[in-house]
């Protein structure tokens, strides 16, 4: 009986209504698990790039290996604060309660809806 309440449970954003409350929960688990997931993918390319250079015994490869590396660590750490930073900025701006949109956006980005009964 509650996995039916969890299946048709609604949410609301904004003046848009109804939104099945797994839209947004799922959305959200989506931003988290890239916000997390593309910066180590990121670290381990590079990581790899890095030991390649490494083992190729040349000045030259090494040096590449070193800037790919880098490169990739600050990709992955940019993507990381950025989608936190837009997180931040969208939850705060709805806390204001002025816009609907960004509550709508809040809401899919955070999961922070507001629940229908």
Do not use: H, Y
């Not at 797994?22 to 390319?45: G, Y």
């Not at 939850?91 to 709508?104: P, R």
């Amino acid at each position: 009986m509650m996995n039916f309440m969890i299946l048709t449970s609604k949410v609301s954003c904004g003046n848009v209504t109804s939104i099945p409350a797994k839209i947004p929960e799922l959305t959200s688990d989506f931003i988290n698990i890239l916000m997390i997931a593309v910066p180590i993918i990121l670290v381990i390319m590079g990581s790899l790039d890095l030991v390649k250079g490494i083992t190729s015994q040349k000045e030259d490869e090494m040096k590449k290996g070193r800037q790919i590396f880098v490169k990739r660590l600050i990709a992955g750490a940019m993507v990381f604060f950025v989608v936190a930073a837009v997180k931040l900025i969208v939850s705060v701006v709805s806390n204001t309660g002025k816009a609907n949109l960004v509550e709508c956006v809040d809401c899919f980005i955070s999961n922070k809806c507001k629940k229908e009964w």
